[in-house]
């Protein structure tokens, strides 16, 4: 016995006149379907069951202070897609908004219908005072990172053109040429108007990082210049010497 007379075999035993029966031929709104193995399913029609389910939509009418405002809205959202609609025509963000629906407020993440939330139904919009709070001090704190990185760009832009004066006058000493010592002090009293600069500076996460780094650095270029003091004033006791010896400069720097 072929396998096709087997599946006719067990369909009649099951009371079923044909192995493959679709709803056109009056055998209900499943058809059926022969698996591997020979078993036989009733085959489900995903493209019916998504047809068949309409998802109304429902007007609601929140009211913010004394204004209403009426939005049409599908009945299976969420409070915080109701909160994003709300944001352009009240003006408020979805973070500052507090929705209340029945005197209890609503979380974002809950569902309309699971609320009972229907057609013309009435929602209170109000101020959340600590989302605000919170975002003003966002606000103010990007504000300040923003103003710090400003002041330690300038100061970095500085401190490069004295670092140039610093590397020409090295180069100069080092080559045995004596310079005014007034010029080693100028560029030692510009370098710590620089140092005071960056001590005002109110600066958090990344922007006290490079804070730091230019402090040091500064700080490196001072100390330079103070074993080039001592340098220049060896070269005019010693007749312009241009190997006056090396000379061991110890400099304490307070902790910033």
Same mark, same amino acid.
């Given at each position: 016995m072929n396998k096709d007379n087997m599946i006719r075999m067990k369909t009649k035993a099951a009371g079923i006149s044909s192995p493959v029966k679709s709803a056109g031929a009056g055998g209900g709104s499943e058809a059926w379907e022969v698996r591997p193995g020979g078993m036989l399913v009733q085959r489900r029609s995903s493209d019916y069951t998504q047809n068949s389910i309409h998802v109304p939509y429902i007007r609601v009418k929140v009211k913010y202070g004394r204004s209403y405002h009426e939005v049409n809205i599908n009945s299976q959202a969420s409070f915080g897609e109701l909160k994003k609609m709300l944001a352009e025509p009240m003006g408020l963000s979805s973070q500052d908004q507090k929705l209340i629906y029945k005197d209890k407020e609503r979380d974002s993440k809950t569902f309309l219908d699971v609320a009972g939330v229907k057609d013309g139904s009435k929602i209170m919009l109000i101020d959340?005072?600590?989302?605000?709070?919170?975002?003003?001090?966002?606000?103010?704190?990007?504000? /300040? @990172?923003?103003?710090?990185? /400003?002041?330690?760009?300038?100061?970095?832009?500085? %401190?490069?053109?004295?670092?140039?004066?610093?590397?020409?006058?090295?180069?100069?000493?080092?080559?045995?040429?004596?310079? %005014?010592?007034?010029?080693?002090? +100028?560029?030692?009293?510009?370098? @710590?108007?620089?140092?005071?600069?960056?001590?005002?500076?109110?600066?958090?996460?990344?922007? /006290?990082?490079?804070?730091? @780094?230019?402090?040091?650095? %500064?700080? /490196?270029?001072?100390?330079?210049?103070?074993?080039?003091?001592?340098?220049?004033?060896?070269?005019?006791? @010693?007749? +312009?010497?241009? +190997?006056?010896?090396?000379?061991?400069?110890?400099?304490?720097?307070?902790?910033?």
């Open positions: 959340d005072e600590l989302s605000k709070e919170r975002g003003n001090l966002e606000l103010i704190k990007t504000a /300040k @990172m923003e103003k710090a990185s /400003k002041e330690i760009a300038a100061i970095r832009s500085e %401190v490069d053109k004295l670092a140039k004066q610093v590397a020409l006058t090295e180069l100069e000493i080092n080559c045995g040429k004596k310079v %005014v010592e007034t010029v080693l002090l +100028n560029l030692i009293e510009l370098l @710590m108007t620089q140092l005071i600069k960056l001590d005002g500076i109110s600066a958090e996460g990344d922007m /006290k990082i490079q804070r730091r @780094m230019q402090v040091k650095r %500064v700080q /490196k270029y001072i100390e330079t210049l103070d074993i080039l003091k001592i340098r220049n004033s060896s070269l005019g006791s @010693m007749g +312009n010497e241009r +190997n006056p010896g090396p000379v061991v400069v110890t400099t304490k720097w307070e902790t910033f």
